[in-house]
């Protein structure tokens, strides 16, 4: 019963976030999440701020945090926007720069919380079809429209566009504001950070929920131009000024300057990504080349559905899409070594490899 439900709550399916398992232990490679800790440096800004001051509203600006990814990223404060999690920071960028009625467009195989905040925000999609190969044809985002969500890296892919293709589609939709949704740069990827200053209608989001292994914290922030980020201050302050706490502030900035930790786990995840990708090609799987920490692979003789469930049953959970053309396709997150030499395992004697 929905009686007292908005007729627009109402229609809505909301986004599934992956399971996050209470009744057992399992080796969890479902929600892209970082297998290793946060900076320890991280840990203690949070001790340090978990204290007499929680009484205290946190700086609505999260100041501290903003400043620290203004040195790291050589960009200005006011290009800045932090946020409760990147899917709030898009949230808010949906609300701040599409109108209700109007009709954006995005790939047919990408991050699935998209059409969700359409639906939210009254916005109405097209979606563009990935090529066989998954790659994104971008002429089919060159105008005739409200506005461009990428996902870049994309998601469950894990493939990259490169940058000239990006450019192509900024290029041709000068007029209206164009979102790229960078959650897994930082693992391989090239950011169009850099781009931001030649395009007025660029955002890119990111987070420090994969790269930086806070997803528990819920901090994203994007870049654009002032004028861009004014809009998300705008909306963000016509909803709730204190989407960041004083534990997300300090612990976040700290993260962002702990720049060594940063690199060294980074590439100890793609260096598994890659070693796991070569062991499951070796059992037959395609896998897709990724540049996130996860690979999206699928295999001619098991389908993806029985592997996910037999994986479970061998306490390992991968992510598995109910949804035409990648319904034979799992996405498995990088976890530990140990993590990958296990699943390789498992999938080896799943597949009579063994
Ligand atoms: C493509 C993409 N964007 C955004 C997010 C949201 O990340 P968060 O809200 O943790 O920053 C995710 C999370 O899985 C994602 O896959």
Known sequence: MKEFWSSRIRDLTPYTPGEQPKERRYIKLNTNENPYPPSPRAIAAIQAEAGERLRLYPDPEGTPLVQA???????AENQIFVGNGSDEVLAFAFQAFFDPGAEIVFPDITYSFYPVYAGMFGIRYRTVPLRRDFTVPVEQLYGGNDGVVLANPNAPTGMELDWNALRGVLEHNPDVTVIV????????GTSALPLIREYPNLLVVQTTSKSRALAGLRVGFAFGNANLISALNCVKNSINSYTLDRLAIAGAAAAVEDEEYFRTQCAKVIHT???????????GFHVLPSKSNFLFVSHDEHPASE??????????LVRYFAQPRIDNFLRISIGTDEDMRTLVK???KLT???
């Open 273 to 283: 990504r890659e070693e796991t990708a070569r062991r499951l090609s070796q059992l």
């Open 307 to 316: 592997l996910f469930s037999a994986l479970r049953e061998n306490g390992i």
């Open 346 to 348: 498992t999938m080896g």
């Open 352 to 354: 009579g490899k063994d």
């Open 69 to 75: 990814l203004a040195k790291r990223y050589g960009v």
């Open 181 to 188: 949704d960078e959650a897994y740069v930082d693992f391989g």
